[in-house]
């Protein structure tokens, strides 16, 4: 079963970066679109962008376009989630998630294995 696990989560000043991993052990994940998702106290989970295994493509929603990036490693070990211009507004628990028929999709629901989620949190 795939197992995914997230890390690079911590504390930065507003303005900051970081950059989060996902890895699975034992599992390449180049057969996988992986999804990134955020959950803040008292709000749903939602999307902040995916990238697509057939050809790379990436995915991004409105709120963080321009300041999030999703990549992968060339071993197929490791999706990266480059968060640049860091807000407040993006605290928030963060996951990744991978779905195995590659659709390419911002939904949730498309998902069907995720991590436990690593802790953001943007100071003011």
């Known amino acids: 079963q795939l197992q995914l696990v997230e890390s690079g989560g911590g504390l930065v000043q507003s303005g900051g970066s970081l950059r989060l991993s996902c890895t699975a052990s034992?599992?390449?994940?180049?057969?996988?679109?992986i999804g990134w998702f955020r959950q803040a106290p008292w709000k749903g989970r939602e999307a902040v962008g995916c990238i697509s295994s057939r050809d790379g493509s990436t995915y991004y929603p409105d709120s963080v376009k321009g300041r999030f990036t999703v990549s992968r490693d060339n071993a197929g070990k490791t999706v990266y989630l480059q968060m640049n211009s860091l807000k407040p507004e993006d605290t928030a628990v963060y996951y990744c998630?991978?779905?195995?028929?590659?659709?390419?999709?911002?939904?949730?629901?498309?998902?069907?294995?995720w991590g436990r989620g690593t802790q953001v949190t943007v100071s003011s």
């Open positions: 034992g599992f390449s994940l180049d057969y996988y679109t």
């Open positions: 998630a991978a779905d195995s028929h590659d659709l390419g999709s911002l939904s949730l629901e498309t998902y069907n294995y």
